[in-house]
């Protein structure tokens, strides 16, 4: 005969309930203090009472809750705001960083920066002068449609016709040079710019021409090519040399006494100061056809010159420490 134990409680749904909730108790044997990350979390659970590690899941809902620290990149669209997201959020460790590649120069101000002094790695709690370096506001410097457009074309061979088109398109950039400049003499009475150019023109044997002169030459430019042969003896030796000399004429008859220079008057950067810079001029006869060159004379020069000076107003205005280059990634 079948002995059945009567169970102590009249009610069985509270009796398994009673059961199951014992069955799943769990232990916490440390709970953190705070967000004191030294202190892991640690629970039993029932599966053979193993001990699993919670301290990731704590530390994610209080991320939620509370983040511990500041993320993200903010994209400025000037130099004012970039200078006022740096000195909302900067700190004793924040720095600028400036890229001065020149087509794509850009500014970062990186509040979370590592503090200064060397690391610390026998602490046992962390380096305490380490920082995150996830907060940081970046400006890229927007180039001018001129400055781009002279720089595309720079030391390219252009048609005589496609040369025409942009000097047209681009004839508001063009400076005719001023008397001081034709007279190629520098002087204490000219201005700094005009003695630069005078400088440049006499280091490239160059002569400044007028955008008129350019139009012209667009559109009425033809090259006769004559080839006169020399033959010149040494009288001592017997030795005998022979050249062909080639000169370049134009309809009529005339050696061509074409300007190698024109001034152009641009900015680098979107809404920023004008640069005057000489621009050689050459052209290429080929057979048949005439190549134009336009080179712009150390655009680099402009560039730095434009750059370090929107670089010294973002350090007078934040007044953060400065590093040319890129940050850790």
Known sequence: MLNLTPLTNDNPAQTMRDTMLELGKHDAI???????????????VPDKRKVEDLTHKYLSAAQHLKPTQ?????RLKDLESLVAWANRFKGDSSVLFANPVMDTPSLTCIADYHDEGPADPTNPLGDPSARHGHHRGVYDFPLSDDWKA??????????KDDMGEFIETQAKNIMDPTPAIIAGVQDDKNDDWENRLIETACKIEGRYGQLTQLLQMSKQFLINETSDLKLTTNRDTGEAEMKFINEHKGLNGQPLNLPNLIIIAIPVFLNGPLYRMPVRFRYRKSGGQVKFILSIYNPEKAFEASFDESLDLAVAHTDLPLFKGTPEA
Do not use: C, H, Q, Y
Request: hydrophobic letters at 45%; proline letters at 10%.
């Open 70 to 74: 500041r993320k993200g990149t903010a």
């Open 30 to 44: 440390a709970l953190p203090e705070g967000m004191d990350l030294t202190k892991p979390f640690l629970i039993t």
């Open 150 to 159: 002279w720089m595309a074309v720079s030391d390219t061979p252009l048609e």
